[in-house]
């Protein structure tokens, strides 16, 4: 019952730094790993850092996606691959065909190969390639949130019918991914929200799922007591333009809390140039006090928590929601919305305000900013919190038991 898996773990883009499915399997991986299991992380582009003791393998692909190349031609001779034609043809008319590409490349690869593995799993790409090699090995997928969500809100958040059309367009490939989950037999989410929203949206049976909260990476994310707060700083992790991330509402809310306090928020990474988040600062004049770091390293990052006195997490919608985790390690107080699975990492240790509600953001800021005990009783309960109930080898013991439960299910 204790024996060793040969775990093979599939990630079709992996950023190791930014985004929850990237830091899942650089540390998801890692942590089977160190419970000695033979563990093969296959992946596209961008490097996941995988540490040594984890097999890597990374596939070719057009890697449109690149920002230091984006969207780019590729050459004929590319397009001589009939997988890179398809990836190109969709990506033309405005899909993200990714996931689906990237899974014919991986059953290339393991035909090729010949590899064999006690379990296969899947990191949300779920592409018809996946449904494929479920009928000949032991297959287990993460779900980490349901992508109709997002659909939903960035259909929602715009006028324009011509803008409505490019969402469900890019969207699109949540009809392949809805129709491979409800195959699979068994399904790995992060939170119980996102199993009930997942389950709902999906129309999956709950008994399919195990739920299993991801951990936070506490030798990267931790307090740094030497640092001097600013009262008066603010920072969020998110400078996406993306509706679901709720930048607007916290924008909003900052125009308010100025009238009051002079505050400044800093804003990890930088905005779409001319986009909502650009125009909206604009239109509220409050460029002066708003900060964005561009692209920094980790050490950098784990400063900018530091000085700050409050993060604020605005998201309208998580499926685990990372972010509060991490501000939480480094021992800042948060205030973050209850959408989605955000008070599951929550708990009592941070300030829950509605989604998308401005003015109730900007009442929990000054509240919270007024009330430094109240900020030390969060800050204490957060770090708390995440070193008992989020480790990663927590996540990896219960992954395992997930593994065995579906390889015992499949034989």
């Given at each position: 019952m204790n024996s060793s898996l040969k775990i093979g773990l599939i990630s079709y883009r992996s950023n190791p730094h930014c985004g929850g499915q990237g830091v899942y399997i650089r540390h998801l991986s890692h942590a089977l790993s160190d419970l000695g299991h033979d563990v093969e992380v296959i992946a596209g582009p961008p490097d996941p850092m995988i540490n040594n003791n984890v097999k890597l393998t990374m596939l070719e692909t057009l890697d449109l996606y690149n920002p230091e190349d984006l969207f780019r031609t590729p050459s004929l001779t590319e397009l001589r691959n009939p997988i890179n034609l398809i990836e190109w043809l969709d990506i033309s008319t405005l899909g993200f065909p990714e996931p689906l590409t990237f899974g014919m490349r991986v059953k290339q690869y393991l035909k090729k190969t010949k590899k064999k593995y006690d379990i296969i799993h899947d990191n949300q790409s779920l592409s018809y390639s996946i449904l494929s090699l479920a009928r000949r090995m032991p297959v287990i997928a993460t779900i980490h949130h349901p992508m109709t969500v997002d659909r939903r809100l960035a259909v929602q958040s715009t006028k324009s019918f011509l803008k409505k059309v490019k969402a469900l367009r890019w969207y699109s490939f949540i009809i392949v991914q809805k129709y491979v989950a409800q195959r699979l037999s068994s399904i790995i989410t992060v939170s119980k929200t996102s199993k009930k929203d997942i389950a709902k949206e999906f129309n999956i049976p709950e008994s399919r799922f195990s739920t299993i909260p991801i951990g936070i990476d506490t030798t990267s994310f931790y307090p740094m007591e030497t640092i001097k707060r600013d009262p008066n700083r603010i920072i969020v992790t998110n400078s996406a333009d993306t509706p679901l991330k709720g930048l607007y509402h916290l924008l909003y809310a900052v125009k308010n809390v100025l009238k009051i306090r002079r505050v400044k928020l800093i804003v990890i990474g930088s905005p779409k140039k001319n986009g909502g988040i650009e125009n909206l600062i604009k239109k509220l004049d409050i460029g002066q006090y708003i900060e964005f770091t561009g692209r920094i390293d980790h050490e950098q990052f784990v400063?900018?928590?530091a000085k700050a006195s409050i993060a604020v997490i605005p998201s309208l919608y998580e499926g685990f929601g990372l972010p509060v985790g991490e501000a939480m390690a480094c021992r800042i107080p948060v205030i973050c919305t209850t959408g989605g699975a955000l008070p599951e990492v929550a708990g009592d240790a941070a300030k829950l305000v509605p989604p998308g509600?401005?003015?109730?953001?900007?009442?929990?800021?000054?509240?919270?900013?007024?009330?430094?005990?109240?900020?030390?009783?969060?800050?204490?309960?957060?770090?708390?919190?995440?070193?008992?109930?989020?480790?990663?080898?927590?996540?990896?013991?219960?992954?395992?038991?997930?593994?065995r439960d579906s390889i015992n299910a499949y034989h």
């Open positions: 400063r900018e928590y509600n401005a003015k109730a953001l900007e009442k929990a800021i000054l509240e919270l900013m007024d009330d430094p005990s109240k900020q030390e009783e969060l800050a204490q309960k957060g770090y708390n919190r995440v070193l008992k109930e989020f480790t990663w080898e927590k996540t990896a013991v219960r992954t395992v038991q997930a593994y």
